[in-house]
């Protein structure tokens, strides 16, 4: 796009693309993807710049929106709110860059979570049917084969499996690991919103 002095963002476009965000693709995967993108279509236009000068297009109005700064705040989860859908997305878009976190009520500790698991991967689990009580950010471990052992958190609607947590300032722990330190029968099992 044309550059407007003083301004961001809002020059006549001379050449654009769409891309379709794969559904479990992640930020940084999807920002190496566009940064390519945008580089072969800006040498496009510089190997033709009048051409695309001439049919240059002012951006339409209509429909702007404004995406706000990403801060810490987006990181802290409140399960009575976000289902695991939206959990597990919320981890897509900043992950990287701010660990997702929780409380852990037993010992009022703050926890961030590593990786999480797509929902479809812990369907055949059938946590709601084993688990049929359980309370938003109420937690199970899951051993559920080779390879395949997850820390499971109710949410609104769903679970959310995660892989790996990082407890207060620990190291990341895997989540039998966590699960052998702090899931103990009769004792309260539950994350709560962080503040």
């Known amino acids: 796009m044309k550059i407007k002095p003083k301004k961001f963002d809002i020059g006549d476009i001379f050449c654009c ?53 990403v801060n810490k705040s987006y990181a802290f989860l409140d399960f009575n709110k976000q289902s695991g859908d939206e959990i597990y997305n919320l981890w897509r878009g900043i992950g990287d860059i701010i660990k997702l976190r929780a409380r852990w009520k037993p010992t ?32 199970v471990f ?22 790996g947590i990082y407890y207060g300032g620990r190291k990341k722990m895997e989540a039998r690991d966590f699960a052998n330190g702090f899931i103990h029968p009769g004792a309260e099992h539950l994350f709560i919103k962080d503040s």
């Open 17 to 69: 693309d769409t891309v379709m965000i794969g559904k479990h693709e992640t930020r940084p995967q999807l920002t190496h993807r566009i940064a390519v993108l945008g580089g072969d279509l800006l040498v496009k236009v510089l190997e033709a710049y009048d051409d695309y000068e001439g049919r240059a297009l002012p951006q339409d109005n209509v429909g702007v929106s404004y995406a706000p700064a």
């Open 108 to 139: 009022n500790t703050t926890t961030r979570f590593a990786m999480c698991i797509p929902p479809e991967a812990i369907q055949d689990l059938n946590l709601d049917s084993k688990y049929p009580n359980t309370p938003p950010g109420g937690v």
């Open 142 to 163: 899951v051993k559920a084969g080779k390879g395949r052992s997850y820390l499971c958190i109710s949410c609104r609607s769903g679970w959310v499996a995660l892989t």
